[in-house]
Nanobody, 127 residues
Framework: QVHLEESGGGSEQSGGSLTLSCAAS????????MGWFRQAPGKAREGIAL???????NYANSVKGRFTISRDNAKKTLSLQMNDLKPEDTAMYYC?????????????????????WGQGTQVTVSS
């Protein structure tokens, strides 16, 4: 019933910017936490940016200062503004949500607490 769909991925040069969007549907109560995750070929999935219902945020050190996560609860959307892109940002990017609170959900980046995931959008950054 809950559906998430990412968009906005593409190819960009190093130093460029992209904005990812996630359209969500199928729920009435605002999710406790929403987040962006990414996975590069041959690597484990990693959390990039998390945002709580009260807009508390947590960023991976690798993107801190470059990426900004935001959510619009009325529109049921999640966004990720990515600036100063680097080749190491190349990955499939996924949005996810956790409907209910979980212990330490905002301090862990593994994504195990999230209930629903989108199919992903590819981001490729060239040098």
């Amino acid at each position: 019933q809950v559906h998430l769909e990412e968009s906005g991925g593409g190819s960009e040069q190093s130093g460029g910017s992209l904005t990812l969007s996630c359209a969500a549907s199928g729920y009435n109560s605002d999710p406790y936490c929403m987040g962006w995750f990414r996975q590069a070929p041959g690597k484990a999935r990693e959390g990039i940016a998390l945002i709580s219902r009260l807009e508390t945020t947590n960023y991976a050190n690798s993107v801190k200062g470059r990426f900004t996560i935001s959510r619009d609860n009325a529109k049921k959307t999640l966004s990720l503004q990515m600036n100063d892109l680097k080749p190491e940002d190349t990955a499939m990017y996924y949005c996810a949500l956790a409907l209910d609170p979980h212990n330490s959900i905002m301090s862990t980046m593994e994504g195990l607490e999230y209930d629903y995931w989108g199919q992903g959008t590819q981001v490729t950054v060239s040098s």
